[in-house]
């Protein structure tokens, strides 16, 4: 299998966006570079950054209790991506989230693209993350989601040349921007020779365009608004990413308990009496918002939360239901989206995908078990998936009986060959599968940092980048043009 190598061409020449820094890399000695890996292991860990690992469920979901604590493993070597590169993927990643959330407001209004036969009726309304309450529910912009991940892969073609591809959407509480900004922070840290020799875009700003993005969504009529973080707690996996994001835009972290609701209106209590809460960025998985709506058994959200919400008296960021946007049985059919809601061809590919629940996909994913990474609809952080040539012939009869006995909650797909890109492993430097996800915010306006979270495959052969699974991050850098 041919793989997209992003530092060198054929014959091990360097790529020419790579030059500086290959050249100062041969000039480092290995003791040096160990020195300040141990180095930064040490700060995140006292700093705090870590990844609580909980079982099988997503970032907003209620914790398990047992969970432990580790670091999630930064690797020293950039992942860099040059100006001509991300200006292509930027536009492509705008047109992509625009789509996505025209979408949105149409199957909970008009329902145009349903009637239209273009998305299947059935896969919407049918689909365990459509919302019906949220029917006819206008909200600020209509703009669903406010915060997206876009998950985005290179592999290579036959002539070798190296093409990026959407892998996934993240439409409801996308993560992993904290370690974004932390990486780059930890090598400015270590490596401030290397950012007076590069032109890097920077991305510091992130939060101060997350809390511009919050605000402009505010309820009509509020002109200085009260934005928050509504996190599960501290046992949730990502409860470090809360906390900064809370901290670097100098709003309060709160907890469901800290909320109450009067005369449709939603509050905080704080140490100077009620204060009026306008914009939730909510880290909560749908299900767990409101006791009263929707999870009698939760105690994470807030009682009465969904009717202030439905009144247009509270925002929140992201809305309630974007989850049909991204569940992996509609992904297939974003493209058409744009070119039904913008009439423009799609800028970013998806990867080939079958949908297990039509009876020809099923037939040949079941005939092609052992070369095809088959994925659970409602699936995150890499558990529920098979990765057919990783997986032994035991695992295989295995998933074979689970995909007969649900094939609509399954789609499969190519196994792409994902680029790599020399990182720092036990045995010295080695090419390592990496993925992106850049950060996309609809407000307003439409923003975003250059760059992303660059996920790396650390097992020799892997291709399971999520943090849950083992995977590392690195740094990403955008140059300058």
Not at 91 to 119: K, M, S, T
Not at 206 to 217: H, K
Not at 219 to 238: C, H, I, K, Q, R
Not at 325 to 348: C, R
């Amino acid at each position: 299998m041919t793989m997209y190598d992003e530092m060198h061409a054929a014959g091990r020449q360097v790529r020419e966006h790579y030059l500086g820094y290959d050249r100062w890399l041969a000039e480092q000695p290995l003791a040096a570079m160990q020195r300040r890996r141990d180095e930064a292991e040490m700060i995140f860990r006292r700093v705090g950054i870590t990844f609580a690992v909980h079982g099988a469920k997503g970032e907003g979901a209620q914790p398990d209790d047992g969970g432990t604590e580790r670091l999630i493993p930064f690797d020293l070597i950039p992942r860099i991506i040059p100006a001509h590169e991300w200006h292509e993927l930027e536009r492509g990643l705008r047109q992509r989230v625009a789509a996505l959330n025209r979408f949105l407001h149409d199957v909970y209004h008009g329902q145009e693209i349903l009637r239209a036969g273009v998305v299947p009726a059935e896969q919407v309304l049918g689909n365990a993350q459509f919302r019906a309450d949220m029917m006819g529910v206008d909200v600020p912009g209509g703009v669903y989601s406010h915060i997206a991940g876009i998950d985005i892969v290179r592999a290579a073609r036959p002539d070798g040349s190296g093409s990026y591809y959407v892998l996934e959407d993240n439409l409801r509480v996308p993560s992993g921007v904290s370690y974004m900004l932390e990486n780059r922070k930890m090598m400015m840290r270590l490596f401030p020779e290397l950012f007076g020799g590069h032109r890097i875009a920077p991305l510091a700003h992130y939060p101060d365009l997350l809390l511009d993005t919050l605000r402009s969504v505010a309820p009509a009529g509020v002109t200085e608004p009260t934005v928050v973080v509504l996190t599960p707690g501290m046992y949730n996996s990502a409860y470090f990413e809360h906390a900064f994001l809370a901290q670097q835009m100098g709003i309060e972290l709160v907890e469901g308990q800290d909320l109450f609701v009067r005369d449709h209106h939603l509050y905080m209590r704080t140490t100077q009496g009620p204060r009026r809460v306008d914009v939730i960025y909510r880290r909560i998985d749908d299900d767990f918002l409101d006791p009263l709506a929707l999870r009698p058994d939760t105690t994470l959200g807030c009682a009465g939360l969904l009717g202030v919400y439905r009144a247009g008296n509270v925002t929140l960021a992201n809305a309630i239901g974007t989850g049909v946007a991204d569940d992996k049985s509609i992904y297939p059919y974003v493209p058409k989206m744009i070119e039904f809601y913008l009439g423009e061809k799609p800028i970013l590919e998806n990867v080939p995908t079958h949908l297990c629940r039509h009876g020809e996909d099923l037939k040949y994913v079941l005939a092609h078990l052992g070369e095809l990474v088959v994925k659970e609809v409602h699936g995150a952080g890499g558990y529920g998936m098979l990765v057919g040539p990783a997986a032994s012939s035991a695992e295989i009869a295995a998933f074979r009986e689970r995909l007969l006995a649900d094939p609509a909650n399954y789609i499969a797909q190519p196994t792409l060959a994902l680029s790599t890109c020399p990182t720092y492993v036990a045995s010295g430097v080695a090419p390592r599968h990496i993925d992106l996800r850049p950060f996309v915010l609809s407000g307003r306006t439409v923003q975003m940092v250059p760059g992303g979270l660059t996920r790396v495959a650390l097992e020799d052969g892997s291709l399971v980048v999520n943090s849950s699974q083992g995977g590392g991050t690195k740094d990403t850098w955008v140059l300058e043009a």
